[in-house]
């Protein structure tokens, strides 16, 4: 019933570590419950729980986990009663029996404690480690004479299916999108260089001009060192981006968050780049401005940053009047508009959110691959992406 | 152990109410001498929890107020060169000896002090994403080492480290796994007369009703930008009483509107309300079924 709480909020998606476990079986060892469930709730709430977001799931797991057990009643019972439960569903030898020693209640329950504290990963049919199918009295499907089973399915059903149902996937930077790690990302979009007001004390021209000066201190001051990347984001709305929304959003706030950028601008376009771009993701015409004039008002030292899946008809990308929405049709058609913006920048990248085994299939996405370095949209292709924008300079292609 | 975690027990304070999970969580922080993270709407103390605890254990406080440029260095020490070189032009001042110029931050203070403090870190999330990693070395080991003198600062006594987070930024796992945490809910109704009877002694228990009426009707409001919170309904209690307003003044409107809604746009809001001629809830009945049970 004890692990249950821990392995049930896992599934529910409360990221709760062993180390954050090992904090609550601490905090049991010294009585801060109290011996009461209510307390109990709020210790293992306080040391579990990171998050306010998470309380809602951990409310409904612990109800679950603890349901019919009512008002107070004392943890330590319940924790041996859980440790007298002996699961010695596989016959082992009386040799076998001989060589584990018995363990009384308590030595097991201290045992339990001090393998956890050991414990530093998941481990699978060792000797010693808590685990699945190893001779430890500690562990799930054990052959310990008082072994515990510790969370996981009962009888013979093959644990591992339980546990290894890609339970790593959380970790993989090139699926999820975590706004932090997104921030982590961004945070490299950085270019120093030294401007404003000389505050900051430069200690070795202080040095080199002291020793001009034969000893007679002189204090140099220099300009603080400030970020000097301005952001142009273009973001493609609506229809086939829709899918996206999540991950574009959270690329979104994660730039309007990032305060060291010198400038930063954003605008929305549908499908394609032609004669006007879009203030508001509405994409409300009177919110409109030329692309022209914005190629006018800002200089190539911009970073172009582009948002979109890049998959059109190809008559929208390369035909004159391409817009898909027959009131705006204009004669230039949407490359030659690529080209334009690729020519105004020094640097530009396309982040596109579809899978990139997609890419070489749409016909569009192989010629805007071409114009601009094109990263997938995922933490990893941010941090791709950032680099081409700041980094040393490579040839495309 | 158990003796010394009995000794420091966290209880509340009289001019503080705290919550029974509150009390809990600054009790487990206090036994396993871990910092207690504390998140929650502005304005419901989280700060003068920190001022609380330290009164109520008895202990001096320490703070340290992260802005956006904080460094995690700063809240060990600083090594002040341009003193130094001042000092070693005109000769001031004891030259040779680095230490008088090393001055600590209020890490360094807490760890070289000799009786347990509490330290409260205020509001984490202002400053850069990798702050609260930067300082999570010090505060598992609770040493750190003097670059410049090569001083090792250990913690003497290990100090109740107290952490704000207004939920601007998000905090990084490794930071989170150490802490223990707690959400300070929003008060309930019974929870808020309390909290008002510690600031407010004797208040016309008719007033008292009429007054949170009002507030928490005002706080269900969805075009408001900006709810308001304990710290102003406390406040705006203290300027009724002042203003000499009677319980019927407060049962037709809401006078010194001002003193909760600090946002012209909210004000503005309420006004158009009044004047639409909206009708003020004046029983609990009126609110919803959260307030009713």
């Known amino acids: 019933m004890f692990l249950d709480l821990f392995y049930q909020l896992r599934d529910e998606g409360v990221p709760v570590a062993i180390q954050e476990w090992l904090t609550l079986m601490q905090a049991i060892a010294e009585g801060q419950h109290g011996g009461s469930l209510m307390r109990f709730y709020h210790i293992s709430r306080a040391t579990l729980v990171k998050s306010e977001t998470y309380f809602d799931s951990f409310d409904r797991v612990f109800s679950r986990v603890f349901q019919g057990v009512e008002g107070e009643f004392k943890i330590e019972d319940e924790v041996l009663a859980w440790l007298n439960d002996p699961k010695n569903h596989q016959a082992l030898t009386e040799e076998q029996r001989a060589m584990l020693e018995r363990l009384t209640q308590d030595e097991l329950m201290k045992k339990f404690l001090e393998t956890l504290a050991e414990q530093t990963e998941r481990h699978d049919g060792g000797g010693k480690w808590v685990g699945t199918g190893g001779r ?20 013979n059903r093959s644990a591992m299916k339980v546990w290894d149902e890609r339970r790593f996937m959380g970790y993989r930077t090139d699926l999820t999108m975590d706004l932090r790690q997104t921030k982590v990302a961004l945070k490299r979009l950085r270019q120093l260089t030294r401007i404003g007001p000389e505050d900051e004390l430069d200690i070795d021209a202080t040095i080199d001009t002291t020793c001009k000066n034969a000893g007679e201190i002189e204090l140099e001051f220099r300009a603080e060192r400030k970020n000097q990347v301005r952001l142009l984001l273009l973001m493609d709305v609506g229809g086939t981006m829709d899918p996206y929304y999540e991950p574009v959003s959270r690329l979104l706030t994660a730039l309007h968050e990032e305060r060291g950028l010198r400038d930063f601008k954003a605008y929305y376009f549908h499908n394609c ?21 914005i190629l006018r008002k800002l200089n190539h030292r911009w970073k172009l940053l582009v948002v979109g899946d890049a998959a059109m008809n190809p008559a929208e990308l390369l035909e004159p009047y391409g817009n898909i929405d027959p009131r705006l049709e204009g ?15 020094e640097r530009s990248v396309w982040l596109n959110p579809d899978s990139q085994k997609l890419w070489g299939h749409t016909h569009t ?10 990263f997938h949209l995922s933490v990893d292709g941010i941090s791709e992406a950032v680099q081409a924008l700041i980094g040393a300079k490579t040839s495309l292609h | 152990m158990s003796e010394n975690s009995e000794f420091f027990r966290f209880r509340g304070t009289e001019g503080y109410i705290a919550s029974e999970p509150l009390i809990d969580a600054v009790n487990c922080a206090l036994a396993l001498e871990k910092p207690l993270l504390i998140k929650g709407e502005p304005g419901t103390g989280k700060t003068l929890l920190a001022r609380h605890v330290a009164e109520g254990l008895g202990m001096p406080m320490e703070s340290w107020n992260i802005k956006s440029t904080s460094k995690a260095t ?11 070189l001042n000092d070693a032009r005109f000769g001031d001042g004891d030259v040779s000896d680095i230490r008088h110029y090393i001055k600590y931050g209020p890490l360094g203070t807490v760890f070289r002090a000799e009786n347990r403090h509490v330290l409260l870190i205020d509001e984490i999330d202002k400053a850069d994403l990798e702050f609260p990693n930067d300082i999570l ?11 410049e003198t090569g001083d090792e600062i250990v913690a003497k006594e290990r100090p109740v480290v107290i952490v704000t987070s207004n939920n601007e930024k998000e905090l990084p796992d490794a930071f989170l796994r150490r802490c223990v945490f707690h959400f300070i809910e929003f008060p309930e109704r019974d929870l808020m007369k309390e909290i008002i ?3 407010h002694k004797n208040l016309d228990t008719t007033l008292l009703d009429q007054v949170l009426i009002k507030f928490y009707w005002l706080r269900e409001q969805e075009e408001l930008r900006k709810k308001p919170s304990t710290s ?8 009724l009483l002042r203003g000499g307003i009677t319980v019927e003044q407060v049962n037709e409107h809401i006078p010194f509107l001002g003193a909760l809604l600090k946002n012209e746009q909210d004000t503005e809001a309420m006004q158009r309300f009044d004047e639409a001629g909206g009708d003020m809830p004046k029983a609990w009945s009126d609110l919803g079924p959260r307030y009713n049970q």
Not at chain 1, 332 to 341: D, S
Not at chain 2, 232 to 239: A, F, N, P, T, Y
Request: net charge negative; hydrophobic share 30%.
């Open chain 1, 136 to 155: 430890s009295p500690y562990g799930n499907n054990g052959e310990h004479p008082t072994g515990i089973r510790v969370g996981g399915e009962s009888k």
């Open chain 1, 273 to 293: 780049i032609y004669d006007h771009l879009y203030k508001t993701a509405d994409m409300n015409s009177r919110k409109s401005l030329p692309t022209g004039d």
């Open chain 1, 331 to 345: 004669d230039t058609p949407g490359i030659k508009w690529l080209h334009r913006l690729n020519d105004h920048f």
């Open chain 1, 365 to 374: 996405t192989r010629i805007i691959q071409n114009l601009f370095p094109m």
């Open chain 2, 74 to 84: 700063d809240g060990l020490y600083v090594y002040d060169t341009v003193q130094r």
């Open chain 2, 137 to 147: 070395h010090e505060l598992d080991e609770m040493r750190f080492d003097v670059m």
């Open chain 2, 197 to 199: 009877d510690v600031h």
């Open chain 2, 232 to 239: 102003e309904l406390i406040d705006w209690i203290s300027v």
